[in-house]
């Protein structure tokens, strides 16, 4: 992988990660832009203890641009984008509208190829290997930051989701504290190791689903399996067998193996609600240790959180989606249509020949 980093007009930072070492990058950004100003801040709920980001500024962002105008493609003769060069493997740049900024952290976006039409699942093994190297210099290079607590990459795929712009991409989020899903994890954690003088959680939930009927497929370095209380109606959790707090720990072993499972999941995804359906449409979400203190999670060290990647639709069966109604997002009690074993033994039916 070689990577270089590089300014947009208006002051941004761009990287570059290209598969071959010879590569150059040396085209400049010509569009006529100003400074970004953003209004990012976060406000603490003093009730739920929890985080909003106010960022009044993203009313303006790109919304549904026709293909010919994707600001996400290569800049091709006069059509210029957020992409100053003709070509590229994966880029990450800094949001221009960001829902986090400053001192309130770091957004990022994440194109994962250049061709608009494409999408992850129709990656090489390398390309997918390409974008976990960047996904993981990206996490190291944020930790860095004085105002980042959590590194968070992910990926919403579909109009259903919410998505604005259709070329295959991601975005990184670099917070300024704990997410509160990350929260509630590391408690349970801490809970657990109390009552069981030491057991760590994470791996005693990996042990039970390795055991059980709900794994959907399985390697050497990878295990991936719907969740016995799975929120989503297809929701599939992947986990490394060897625990590590985040994407800086996989070994090489680990690695070297995640395209070809990942990539298979995806394809999976995409088979679920047969050939003659849209593409699914889905969340997929690397789950990391935060990089602060874990002071308020007694007993609980950096090292007995488990990085894992959350992968889930909400689609619930062919032509129907699933809503977050009252009981989900007035009280945050979900409630699953798909039994978690079928959902898993649907995905194990569509794997590929």
Same mark, same amino acid.
């Given at each position: 992988?070689?990577?270089?980093?590089?300014?947009?007009?208006?002051?941004?930072?761009?990287?570059?990660?290209?598969?071959?070492?010879?590569?150059?990058?040396?085209?400049?950004?010509?569009?006529?832009?100003?400074?970004?100003? +953003?209004?990012?801040?976060?406000?603490?709920?003093?009730?739920?203890?929890?985080?909003?980001?106010?960022?009044?500024?993203?009313?303006?962002?790109?919304?549904?641009?026709?293909?010919?105008?994707?600001?996400?493609?290569?800049?091709?003769?006069?059509?210029?984008?957020?992409?100053?060069?003709?070509?590229?493997?994966?880029?990450?740049?800094?949001?221009?509208?960001?829902?986090?900024?400053?001192?309130?952290?770091?957004?990022?976006?994440?194109?994962?190829?250049?061709?608009?039409?494409?999408?992850?699942?129709?990656?090489?093994?390398?390309?997918?290997?390409?974008?976990?190297?960047?996904?993981?210099?990206?996490?190291?290079?944020?930790?860095?930051?004085?105002?980042?607590?959590?590194?968070?990459?992910?990926?919403?795929?579909?109009?259903?989701?919410?998505?604005?712009?259709?070329?295959?991409?991601?975005?990184?989020?670099?917070?300024?504290?704990? +997410?509160?899903?990350?929260?509630?994890?590391?408690?349970?954690?801490?809970?657990?190791?109390?009552?069981?003088?030491?057991?760590?959680?994470?791996?005693?939930?990996?042990?039970?689903?390795?055991?059980?009927?709900?794994?959907?497929?399985?390697?050497?370095?990878?295990?991936?399996?719907?969740?016995?209380?799975?929120?989503?109606?297809?929701?599939?959790?992947?986990?490394?067998?060897?625990?590590?707090?985040?994407?800086?720990?996989?070994?090489?072993?680990?690695?070297?193996?995640?395209?070809?499972?990942?990539?298979?999941?995806?394809?999976?995804?995409?088979?679920?609600?047969?050939?003659?359906?849209?593409?699914?449409?889905?969340?997929?979400?690397?789950?990391?240790?935060?990089?602060?203190?874990?002071?308020?999670?007694?007993?609980?060290?950096?090292?007995?959180?488990?990085?894992?990647?959350?992968?889930?639709?909400?689609?619930?069966?062919?032509?129907?989606?699933?809503?977050?109604?009252?009981?989900?997002?007035?009280?945050?009690?979900?409630?699953?249509?798909?039994?978690?074993?079928?959902?898993?033994?649907?995905?194990?039916?569509?794997?590929?020949?």
């Amino acid at each position: 992988m070689k990577k270089t980093s590089t300014r947009l007009a208006d002051g941004r930072e761009l990287v570059y990660y290209d598969l071959r070492d010879d590569t150059v990058r040396d085209a400049v950004d010509r569009r006529p832009l100003e400074r970004t100003v +953003t209004t990012s801040e976060v406000r603490r709920d003093p009730l739920l203890g929890d985080s909003v980001a106010i960022a009044s500024h993203r009313q303006g962002r790109t919304y549904h641009p026709p293909a010919d105008q994707c600001p996400l493609c290569p800049s091709d003769g006069e059509r210029l984008s957020e992409i100053p060069d003709s070509s590229y493997d994966v880029v990450v740049f800094e949001n221009r509208f960001p829902s986090l900024a400053g001192d309130s952290g770091r957004c990022e976006v994440v194109c994962f190829t250049s061709d608009h039409d494409a999408s992850f699942a129709d990656l090489s093994e390398e390309q997918a290997r390409l974008v976990l190297d960047a996904w993981t210099d990206r996490t190291s290079e944020l930790s860095h930051l004085p105002s980042v607590e959590q590194v968070f990459c992910f990926e919403n795929r579909g109009a259903e989701i919410g998505v604005t712009l259709g070329h295959p991409h991601g975005q990184i989020y670099a917070y300024p504290f704990t +997410t509160p899903r990350t929260a509630l994890m590391l408690r349970s954690l801490a809970a657990h190791k109390d009552a069981t003088g030491g057991e760590n959680l994470f791996d005693a939930v990996l042990d039970e689903e390795l055991a059980g009927e709900r794994v959907v497929l399985e390697s050497e370095e990878w295990v991936a399996f719907v969740p016995y209380a799975a929120h989503w109606p297809y929701e599939v959790h992947l986990y490394p067998k060897r625990r590590v707090p985040d994407l800086l720990g996989l070994d090489e072993a680990a690695r070297t193996e995640f395209p070809k499972v990942y990539l298979e999941l995806l394809r999976r995804f995409d088979r679920i609600f047969g050939e003659t359906e849209p593409p699914t449409p889905y969340i997929s979400a690397w789950h990391q240790a935060p990089f602060g203190q874990l002071e308020e999670f007694e007993g609980v060290q950096r090292d007995d959180f488990a990085l894992h990647l959350e992968l889930f639709t909400i689609r619930r069966t062919s032509g129907k989606l699933k809503f977050l109604a009252g009981s989900e997002s007035g009280m945050n009690v979900f409630i699953n249509d798909v039994p978690p074993e079928r959902a898993a033994e649907r995905l194990r039916e569509v794997a590929s020949s």
